[in-house]
């Protein structure tokens, strides 16, 4: 069944994140001969339209505003609002980020339409599209089966396959006006305070090496962040960690934190409560360093290490270091 199929682009530092391009990879699959369009919002990102193109998009829709420089929730919405409905798509994919979450729901509602969030699969049988996404915290999967009308969907990064990049196809880029409501905004940025997160982007990070409570104070990141380096990773935290105020809770990976899926997840330090594994079981390889051998962690690692991790991680570090 043909389907218009829109994806919108998920920008941090002036560039895309490579789950734009995973959705755009499902939305050629789901578009089933019908349109592949992305959307751009923001300012100065119509540079970015060739890119949506490599992937998949046939048009790509760019509203570009000064006001949207930064993510306000009404002028994002009202943004997007308005390329869905000079579209004509009927499923909108975008990035399972605290941008997606916030404008995913707010459109279904606008639109009346179905929503479906953090998706780590989409089938498609028959008629109807069949998206796939953890529930209880990791625990289990679910299926939602949608069979008419318009559906909204958010993507978890690292799980949807990218296609290989036709860098010959460029965009059609359609410019679209932001038109504001005319009693103006209810909600603006005032000044952005940005976390120490370090280099790399911890929800879309290949490796990331991971400190919990175990590492004792904010200094005994030390050898996990040049662990880090040399593995080009990125570090992230249990909330034991970040509780105890040895790093940003930008850094929390789990339940109430960032849900990751790297290739590699190397846990120093971290018991293995259930609430951080909802953040991050479903790493492809997983490395446990702990010096209880009881530690739950150890039940769902691919590799153990009992160590003492002041000992075990500059080990590790000066042997990647010779590779
Ligand atoms: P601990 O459980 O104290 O474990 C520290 C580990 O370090 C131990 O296993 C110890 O053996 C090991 N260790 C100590 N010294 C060394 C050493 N020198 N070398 C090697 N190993 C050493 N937690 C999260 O992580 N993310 C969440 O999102 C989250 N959300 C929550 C939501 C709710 C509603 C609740 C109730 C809890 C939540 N928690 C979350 C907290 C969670 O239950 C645990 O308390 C927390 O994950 C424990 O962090 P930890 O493993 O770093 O600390």
Not at 194 to 199: F, Q, V
């Amino acid at each position: 069944m043909r389907r218009h199929v829109l994806v919108l682009g998920d920008t941090r530092n002036d560039k895309l994140r490579h789950v734009t391009f995973e959705s755009l990879t499902a939305a050629c699959k789901l578009a089933d001969g019908g349109s592949v369009y992305g959307a751009l919002l923001g300012k100065n990102v119509s540079g970015m339209a060739d890119q949506l193109a490599h992937y998949g998009a046939d048009r790509v829709f760019v509203v570009e505003d000064d006001v949207l420089a930064n993510y306000v929730p009404d002028a994002y919405a009202r943004a997007l609002e308005t390329v869905i409905r000079e579209s004509g798509a009927e499923v909108v994919l975008m990035a399972h980020s605290a941008i997606g979450r916030d404008l995913a729901p707010k459109l279904a509602a606008r639109f009346e339409a179905g929503q479906v969030s953090d998706i780590v699969n989409i089938q498609i049988e028959g008629d109807s599209l069949v998206f796939t996404r953890p529930i209880y915290s990791g625990k289990a999967f679910t299926t939602n089966v949608m069979n008419e009308g318009m559906v909204f969907a958010t993507v978890r990064p690292n799980n949807l396959a990218a296609a290989v990049a036709d860098s010959s196809r460029s965009a059609s880029v359609t410019k679209v006006t932001l038109e504001l409501p005319a009693d103006g905004l209810r909600t603006y940025i005032k000044e952005i305070v940005k976390k120490s997160t370090g280099d790399v982007d911890l929800s879309e990070a290949k490796v990331i090496v991971s400190g919990g409570r175990g590492v004792k104070s904010a200094e005994g990141f030390r050898p996990l962040q040049e662990l880090a380096g040399v593995l080009g990773a990125a570090t992230g935290a249990s909330r034991g960690a970040c509780d105890a105020g040895y790093c940003d809770y930008a850094l929390q990976i789990g339940q109430t934190g960032k849900v990751v899926t790297p290739d590699l997840y190397i846990a120093c330090g971290i018991s293995g409560a259930i609430q951080h594994l909802a953040g991050m079981s479903s790493s492809k390889v997983i490395v446990a360093i702990n010096k209880d051998p009881e530690a739950p962690i150890f039940k769902i690692a691919d590799y153990g290490i009992v160590g003492d991790l002041f000992e075990v991680v500059p080990l590790l570090t000066e042997e990647l270091k010779k590779v």
